[in-house]
Structure formats: C-alpha cells, structure tokens
C-alpha cells in the first residue's frame, strides 16, 4: 500500500510538472525587431568651421527587453546606404565617403553593434556597453540612450554619442587635411515584436 501511494504521488509530481507556468525570467524576456524602414544612424563630420551630415539605413537586428528595460541585442548598419544629407557635399562627397579613404563599401557592406552590458540611469535613460564591428575591426563604444516609448509591442530608442574614426582604420585627412577624427553620431531605432 505505501509503495502504491509513493508511486501515485510521484506520478502526480510529474505530470503536474509539466504544466507549471514558465519562470518569471522566460516569460519577461522579449525580442524586439529592428524595424529598417525608420531606423538609422545619422552622423555630423566636421573640418575646420564647416561640416557635412548624412545617414546610414539599419538592415536588421534585435532588442532584447527583460521586465520592461532594455538587457540585451545587436543591430546591423548597412555601410552601402550612405547618404549626405547637407547641400555642400553631395553626390561627391558620397562617392568618397564610399571609396577606400574612408568606408570602402564595395568591400565593407555592414558594420555590426553588439550590446555587451545595459545600465540603467534612471527610469528612461541607460548607459550601453558594447563592440561596433567595422573593416574588420571591433572596438567597445560606450553610449548613452534615452528610451523614447516602448509599450508590449513597440520599442523607440534614441542615443547621441561621439566616436574616433581612426580607430576604425579611416584616417583620411586627419594629419593634414583639418578634417576631425571625431565624429558625431545619433541613433534614432524602432523595434517591433
């Protein structure tokens, strides 16, 4: 009789278990997909009192969200959207951004952004860790962004930030041509489940 009902119990924990609700941890983290059609990097490159400005397309990527803050993700630039964006550099500058004296996008298609840590500031504003993947080189980039929205469908987060080209091998007309090795940049990404 005791045998019996051990075996009964034990039958019990078993098939009652594979009912039990996922864990808090499975059931808050969610993916948020990159949605390309409106999100970009824009960037500011100055020489001397002038500058130009211009923006790249995203072609993909996740956010990842556990318990309604950003924890994780990666997006991808697409290298070969580059557009300048003010009037004294046009289809011109294009070209050469585009050339080996800076990006080489016949070669360098994409750059890839890794978040590799979140901290949060505040309840709208964290400090991303990550790696930005660019001409075969991978170099952390801290930034700050400010999450704009996010509800449990969509995502709208924005960072302003500012980089060194040279890391990234474009070293192009920093010695003698004027032209800033900083660079300014922001990213406006929307992210849909």
């Not at 800076?102 to 949060?120: D, I, L, M, P």
């Not at 400010?146 to 995502?155: A, F, H, N, S, Y």
Request: aromatic share 10%.
């Amino acid at each position: 009789m005791m045998k019996k009902t051990m075996f009964l119990a034990l039958a019990a924990w078993v098939v009652g278990s594979a009912f039990v609700a996922p864990t808090p941890a499975a059931r808050l983290q969610d993916g948020y997909a990159v949605q390309t059609a409106t999100s970009r990097v824009e960037f500011v490159g100055t020489k001397g009192s002038g500058y130009h400005t211009g923006f790249f397309n995203l072609k993909g990527g996740q956010v990842m969200v556990n318990n309604g803050k950003i924890s994780g993700g990666e997006f991808i630039i697409d290298l070969t959207s580059l557009k300048v964006t003010d009037q004294g550099g046009g289809e011109k500058l294009e070209g050469h951004l585009k050339n080996k004296d800076f990006f080489e996008t016949s070669v360098n298609t994409e750059a890839r952004y890794t978040v590799t840590g979140v901290k949060y500031i505040n309840e709208d504003v964290c400090e991303i860790s990550g790696n930005l993947s660019m001409k075969g080189i991978t170099a952390p980039v801290t930034l700050q962004a400010m999450v704009r929205g996010m509800d449990e469908k969509r995502l709208f987060a924005q960072a302003n930030f500012s980089i060194d080209r040279t890391v990234w091998g474009i070293n192009y007309g920093v010695a003698k041509g004027g032209i800033s090795k900083d660079v300014q940049v922001s990213i406006f990404l929307f992210a849909n489940k």
